[in-house]
C-alpha cells in the first residue's frame, strides 16, 4: 500500500450501506470536508438524523452503477457480499477507488487507524490483518502525542509565515527550524512552562519572540 493523505473537502463520496460500519465511515467522511451520496434502504438512528438535516444525501434504494457518477471515493459497507461485489466491480469499471468492508482483499485503498492533534495526523495501517492492533497502536500514540501537539504545530504555522516573509535564505530557515526543535519543547508547552518556552524562543528567534507566544500565553 501507498501511504497518502487526501483532501476530500467538497468532494463526493459514495456509501453504499447504512448500518454502523457506514456511519462510522460517514461521520469521519464529513469531519473532512467530503460530501457524502449514501445508497441504502435503510439508516441508523444518527445517519437518518443527518440525512433527515440535509448533511448527507440519502437515497432509499438498492444500489446501481449509476451511483458513483461524479464519485471521489466509494466505500462498499453492506452486510451484503453480493451486494459489495457489484459495487466493487462498478467502481473498478469506472476507475474509482473503492473500499469494502472486511475485505482488504479486495480494496483499492484502505482507511487507517488515525490519531489527530489539530493539523498533526498520524495514521496507523496494519494492511486490513488486525485492525484491532491497528486500534491498540492509536490509543497508545493518543496518550504520547496529546493536545500539545496542536498547540505546538500553531505555533510552528504562526512562525513558518513570518519567516517566509522575511529575508531568510532556504538554507536559514531550515537551520532555524531545525533549531527551534529543543528536546523538551513538547513537555514545556504541556507543563505550561511557558517562561522556557518564550525564552528558547527568544535565543532562535531573536526579538520576533514574544510576537509568537502560543495563544494560551497571550
Same mark, same amino acid.
Given at each position: ?7 476530500i473537502k ?9 448500518g454502523?460500519v /457506514?456511519?462510522?465511515?460517514? %461521520?469521519? %467522511? =464529513?469531519k473532512?470536508g /467530503?460530501?457524502?451520496?449514501?445508497i !441504502? ?7 437518518? #438524523? $443527518? ?8 437515497? /432509499?434504494?438498492?444500489f446501481?452503477? !449509476? ?5 471521489? &471515493?466509494v466505500? +462498499? ?9 457489484s459495487?466493487?466491480?462498478?467502481a473498478? @469499471?469506472?476507475? =474509482? *477507488?473503492?473500499?469494502?468492508?472486511? @475485505? ?8 487507517p ?10 495514521a ?7 485492525? @484491532? ?14 493536545p500539545?501537539?496542536a498547540?505546538?504545530? #500553531? =505555533?510552528l ?7 517566509? +516573509?522575511?529575508?531568510? #535564505?532556504?538554507?536559514?530557515r531550515?537551520? $532555524?527550524?531545525e533549531?527551534i &526543535?529543543?528536546e ?9 512552562q511557558?517562561?522556557? %518556552?518564550?525564552?528558547? *524562543? ?5 526579538? #520576533?519572540a514574544e &510576537? &509568537?507566544?502560543?495563544e494560551h500565553?497571550?
Open positions: 500500500m501507498y501511504p497518502v493523505t487526501l483532501n467538497g468532494r463526493l463520496c459514495v456509501v453504499i450501506g447504512g454502523r /457506514a456511519e462510522r465511515k460517514i %461521520l469521519s %467522511l =464529513l473532512a /467530503a460530501q457524502v451520496r449514501v !441504502s434502504p435503510q439508516l441508523t438512528e444518527i445517519l437518518h #438524523d $443527518l440525512a433527515s438535516a440535509g448533511q448527507i444525501d440519502w437515497l /432509499a434504494r438498492r446501481t452503477p !449509476s451511483d458513483l457518477t461524479g464519485a471521489m &471515493l466505500f +462498499a459497507v453492506t452486510d451484503k457480499r453480493q451486494v459489495n461485489e459495487v466493487t466491480q462498478a473498478e @469499471a469506472a476507475g =474509482l *477507488l473503492v473500499n469494502v468492508a472486511d @475485505a482488504p482483499e479486495k480494496c483499492s485503498f484502505q482507511v487507524a488515525v490519531v489527530r492533534q489539530g493539523d498533526l495526523t498520524i496507523i495501517s496494519t494492511n486490513g490483518k488486525s485492525p @484491532a492492533f491497528a486500534a491498540r497502536v492509536r490509543k497508545q500514540l493518543e496518550a504520547d502525542y496529546g500539545e501537539c498547540v505546538f504545530l #500553531d =505555533l504555522g504562526r512562525i513558518r509565515t513570518q519567516e517566509l +516573509a522575511g529575508k531568510r #535564505d532556504g538554507a536559514a531550515k537551520n $532555524l527550524f533549531n &526543535l529543543h523538551d519543547i513538547l513537555d514545556w508547552i504541556r507543563n505550561g511557558w517562561e522556557q %518556552l518564550r525564552d528558547h *524562543l527568544q535565543r532562535v528567534l531573536g526579538s #520576533d &510576537l &509568537l507566544q502560543p500565553n497571550k
